[in-house]
């Protein structure tokens, strides 16, 4: 309330100096004695009942402070009019926060902090804080969460960070509270999963990493925590499966390397920023050579060859990742086209096609991806059943058929697929 009497004390300097005393809310005396420079000197302080509950006497002894509604705040000793010695600290709900050493009115030497009565960490401590010598942290759940050397408040030195089930997952060096030269990583099994430098907290510099069986998958450098530098092996996330093995440079594949799918083969080749550059080869899923030749920016691009059941399919140019320019294809190891490609289709040239039974089935010449000029069409025994011209893909012009037997049944002229017009009729050729 206002007006209440709260100090009757001395002042030298401004300081509480001389005789005095200290009074509760409700009135009661709380503190009688000696004040020097502003501290409790001798003295003798009460509860609220009346009753001493400490003593001090030239600023030493065993003695108890309060918050403002009387809860104990500390106990423990005093010299010079101090926290010094042994003493504990509490929150204003009652539970422990601290206990251990003071000096000179602050946490100085051994001690150990809490948090609802849990341990979060034991350690040295110099002027308030963390500080020199070994110390751990614990986590909410009373689990080992760090334990290593500090200076200056901050982790410094050698040092262990466990995960919440009190499992180790790193142990290595530190400088100001970052890991900073070098260190080991381990998984949720307990297994090394890198090795290697530190820098602000993360990898750089050289290292290894590991995979679950204990595999190397990549050893090199690191920059800002991604692999930068050297040979390394990629993994899926799924089953632990190998998806490519080969070099990085800036943190992206460069140089050699390969690819796999279900554990076998996929690619093999070079790489630049990331993407398949220069030579390389792809492979069907049963380890056959399906592609060889030249890469630019992920695709095909430049001369190469394409096979099938181990046969050459195809030889030519490319570009965006289809048949564009020059090229020949194969059938059963044997030629049956030689001309021009766009987009992956025959489009000017000659050329001859056949049937699945390596039977020669049509030849003749493409113009636009369409067949023109004179053609010959063969049934699938091989038989000429007929020749002629043809423009768009279709009959047009003179042209003969032939029945099965190599006898012409018609020669006529043709317009759009059709036949026009009856010009002769033998019996033989």
Known sequence: MIG????????????????GKEYYDSGKLKFEGVYLKGKRWNGK????????????????????????????????????????????????????????????????????????????????????????????????????????????GKRNGKGKEY???????????????????????????????????????????????????GELIFEGEYLKGERWNGKGKEYNNYNDELIFEGEYLNGEKNGKGKEYYNGALKFEGEYLNDKRNGKGKEYYYIAELQFEGEYINGERNGKGKEYYNGKLEFEGEYKNDKRNGKGKEYYDGKLIFDGEYLNDKRWNGKGKEYNIFDEL?????????????????????????????????????????????????????????????????????
């Not at 034991?122 to 963390?130: A, I, P, T």
């Open 361 to 429: 089935e049509f030849e003749g010449k493409y113009l636009n991806a369409k067949r023109i000029g004179k053609e010959k069409k063969y049934n699938d025994e091989g038989t000429l059943i007929f020749e002629g011209e043809c423009i768009d893909d279709e009959k047009n012009g003179k042209g003969k058929e032939y029945k099965i037997i190599d006898e012409l049944e018609f020669e006529r002229e043709y317009i759009n697929g059709k036949r026009n017009r009856i010009k002769k009729r033998k019996s033989k050729i």
């Open 163 to 213: 995960n919440n089930e009190g499992k180790l997952i790193f142990e290595g060096e530190y400088i100001g509270d970052e890991k900073k030269g070098k260190g080991k990583e381990y998984n949720v099994y307990g297994k090394l999963e890198f090795e290697g430098e530190y820098k602000n907290g993360k990898r750089n510099g050289k290292g290894k990493e590991y995979n679950d069986e």
């Open 45 to 152: 302080r009460f509860n609220e009942n009346g009753i001493i509950d400490f003593q001090i006497k030239n600023g030493c002894g065993k003695v108890k402070e309060y918050y403002d509604d009387n809860k104990v705040k500390y106990e423990g000793e005093y010299l010079n009019g101090e926290r010094n010695g042994k003493g504990k600290e509490y929150y204003n709900n009652g539970y422990l926060k601290y206990e251990g050493e003071y000096l000179n009115g602050e946490r100085n030497g051994k001690g150990k902090e809490y948090y609802n009565n849990e341990l979060i960490f034991e350690g040295e401590y110099l002027n308030d804080k963390k500080w020199n010598g070994k110390g751990k942290e614990y986590n909410s759940n009373g689990k080992l969460k760090l334990e290593g050397e500090y200076l200056n």
């Open 4 to 19: 209440e009497l709260k100090f009757e004390i001395e002042y030298i300097n401004g300081e509480k100096n001389g005789k």
